[in-house]
């Protein structure tokens, strides 16, 4: 057996050169600095486990010791922490990110960080330290239904819908481990997952989106600092679009007196990618009228300006929604408007509930929103009308009722 250099991965060799074999298991075995020697089996690969001895004589036998277990079918002791560190991001042979390719599963690069970021901020605090084979259902679920948030000052509980998405992260990386032999069961398995409220996000009012883009196009720079920005949010509040789908926008997308695209840029690399955010609820595309204020705020900026993408920012690049959300609450303050929470993506649920109000007039259909919101079907959650909205949209129906009692 050979010892390489520090950090380096290293095969256990008889003097034959052939691969230690035991009951038809192979293995490898590293040191790294002043640990202790280290294995990784073949039926999980990209593990490393301690042995918990310094010497290479003693290697094999405290491997022996641990083949003892996985002749039990399972790696027992293992710590959540050491099977689960860059579950997401890592692209190597045995990594999750190489089996879903395997078998046609082929998520971008969004679906992995967006993963990988609920496993470091919810999962990897509770969890991490613990041996994989401790973790039960129960545990499980009096830790996800009580779910806070992260990153704000004075953390709120989750929604159920977002534990929801936190618990399946977890019953991922656990079967992942099971499929390893690594437990025997996965204990998200009997986890029931919540029942979401029904709960709506904000919106911006007409009266708010007037304050928010005046006629005097000065005083609209000043709200939002640059007639650039100002174009941008007028984009989305004429198409309803999402902020990557707006922030990936060439010249060639503007069509007549509207746009057409397939693109977005990823809030995480900031790079253009030729699909939209989609899922079994939208389409493929994105299609948007615009009104005469923003064509003619688009005339004007192009004018001076050379960059393929209309809205890439010196010294900053592609515009994100983490940006985009501090300048609209800026321009919020500006104007005497309270933001209360509400982001950039609220202005998709204000033009879905302006159109709902306006159906029927000029010929416009509900099937005509669904295709400008790139939706499938109606979503509630969009919908932001109130009752007295609906009786006035529906007070046509007076005169049939009418004609019930007559």
């Not at 003892?68 to 045995?94: C, S, Y």
Request: hydrophobic residues 35%.
């Amino acid at each position: 057996m050979t010892q390489y250099d520090k950090g380096v991965c290293m095969d256990k060799f008889r003097k034959d050169g052939s691969m230690y074999e035991h009951v038809s298991r192979l293995y490898r075995v590293r040191k790294r600095g002043s640990r202790s020697w280290e294995v990784e089996f073949d039926s999980a690969k990209g593990i490393w486990k301690s042995t918990g001895v310094q010497s290479l004589e003693e290697v094999e036998d405290a491997v022996s010791r641990m083949l003892a277990n996985l002749g039990k079918k399972t790696i027992t002791g293992m710590k959540f922490k050491d099977f689960a560190t860059n579950f997401f991001v890592r692209t190597d042979e045995q990594s999750i990110h190489e089996h879903n390719k395997k078998f046609g599963k082929n998520f971008d690069d969004d679906w992995y960080i967006g993963k990988e970021g609920i496993l470091n901020n919810f999962i990897m605090p509770k969890f991490g330290e613990m041996n994989m084979s401790d973790i039960t259902d129960i545990m499980i679920e009096e830790w996800y239904i009580r779910l806070y948030g992260v990153k704000s000052k004075e953390p709120k509980e989750l929604t159920d819908a977002v534990k929801n998405r936190v618990l399946n992260v977890l019953k991922i990386i656990l079967k992942e481990a099971k499929r390893k032999r690594i437990i025997e069961v996965n204990p998200c398995d009997t986890v029931e997952t919540l029942s979401p409220k029904y709960e709506k996000r904000g919106f911006f009012t007409v009266e708010e989106i007037h304050k928010l883009f005046p006629q005097d196009k000065s005083k609209l720079i000043e709200i939002w600092d640059s007639l650039q920005l100002a174009l941008f949010f007028s984009i989305m509040v004429d198409t309803g679009w999402r902020c990557g789908e707006v922030s990936a926008l060439k010249r060639d997308n503007f069509i007549d007196n509207g746009v057409y695209s397939e693109s977005s840029v990823k809030a995480s690399t900031k790079k253009v990618k030729e699909s939209i955010k989609t899922s079994a609820k939208g389409q493929p595309y994105k299609v948007g009228i615009l009104s005469e204020y923003t064509l003619e705020l688009y005339r004007n900026f192009i004018k001076d300006w050379n960059n393929v993408y209309l809205f890439y920012f010196e010294g900053f690049g592609m515009n994100v929604p983490y940006r985009t959300n501090k300048v609209l609450n800026n321009a919020c303050e500006r104007v005497g408007i309270n933001a209360n929470g509400r982001t950039q993506h609220c202005i998709r649920h204000s033009f879905d509930t302006y159109m709902l109000n306006h159906v029927g007039e000029q010929g416009l259909t509900r099937d005509d929103i669904l295709q400008l919101m790139a939706h499938t079907s109606y979503r509630p959650e969009y919908d932001h009308r109130t009752g007295v909205d609906l009786i006035n949209k529906l007070s046509k129906a007076k005169g049939i009722i009418d004609n019930l009692r007559a």
